[in-house]
C-alpha cells in the first residue's frame, strides 16, 4: 500500500491531465482516461524518480501530445510497411486481395509484422516474403 504524497497526489494530477484532455481533443471523460493511460507518459507519471507531477498539468499534456505524435508518425510508416506486405504477398502467392487478407488475419501476420517491424522493414522483398510464408505454415 503506497501512502507516500506522491500517490496522494496522483489522482489530481490525473482529473487536471483529463481535464486539459478533455478539453483539447474534444473527448468524453473515459476517452480521456483511455488516452492518458495507454501512454508512455503516464507510465513515467507513475515513476517516483520522474516527479512529474511537480510539472504543470499543461506541460504533462504537452509532454503526452509530443509521444502521440511520435507514435502517429510512427504507425503511418508501420501502416505503408503493412500495406507493401499485403500488396506483395498477394502477388507472390498470386492470390486475390481477399484471400491475402483472410490469410493475415487468421494467422496473426499483421501482429506478427508490427511486432518484427524493425527488424524486417529492413530487409528485401523476397526475405520478407518467406519469413510471412514460414509464419503462416508455423
Given at each position: 500500500?503506497?501512502?507516500?504524497?506522491?500517490?496522494?497526489?496522483?489522482?489530481?494530477k490525473v482529473?487536471?491531465?483529463?481535464?486539459?484532455?478533455?478539453?483539447?481533443?474534444?473527448?468524453?471523460?473515459?476517452?480521456?482516461?483511455?488516452?492518458?493511460?495507454?501512454?508512455?507518459?503516464?507510465?513515467i507519471?507513475?515513476?517516483?524518480?520522474?516527479?512529474?507531477?511537480?510539472?504543470?498539468?499543461?506541460?504533462?499534456?504537452?509532454?503526452?501530445?509530443?509521444?502521440?505524435?511520435?507514435?502517429?508518425?510512427?504507425?503511418?510508416?508501420?501502416?505503408?510497411?503493412?500495406?507493401?506486405?499485403?500488396?506483395?504477398?498477394?502477388?507472390?502467392?498470386?492470390?486475390?486481395?481477399?484471400?491475402?487478407?483472410?490469410?493475415?488475419?487468421?494467422?496473426?501476420?499483421?501482429?506478427?509484422?508490427?511486432?518484427?517491424?524493425?527488424?524486417?522493414?529492413?530487409?528485401?522483398?523476397?526475405?520478407?516474403?518467406?519469413?510471412?510464408?514460414?509464419?503462416?505454415?508455423?
Amino acid at each position: 500500500k503506497n501512502t507516500s504524497i506522491e500517490a496522494a497526489i496522483m489522482p489530481f494530477k490525473v482529473q487536471q491531465l483529463a481535464e486539459i484532455i478533455m478539453q483539447q481533443k474534444q473527448m468524453g471523460s473515459e476517452d480521456a482516461f483511455a488516452y492518458l493511460y495507454h501512454s508512455d507518459c503516464y507510465e513515467i507519471l507513475l515513476d517516483e524518480e520522474a516527479k512529474l507531477w511537480y510539472m504543470s498539468g499543461q506541460d504533462i499534456f504537452e509532454m503526452l501530445e509530443e509521444e502521440k505524435q511520435s507514435k502517429s508518425q510512427d504507425e503511418g510508416k508501420i501502416l505503408l510497411f503493412l500495406s507493401f506486405c499485403l500488396e506483395r504477398y498477394k502477388s507472390h502467392a498470386d492470390i486475390s486481395a481477399e484471400e491475402t487478407l483472410f490469410i493475415f488475419r487468421k494467422h496473426g501476420v499483421f501482429d506478427y509484422l508490427r511486432d518484427c517491424f524493425d527488424m524486417l522493414h529492413a530487409q528485401g522483398e523476397d526475405y520478407i516474403m518467406d519469413e510471412i510464408e514460414l509464419f503462416v505454415k508455423k
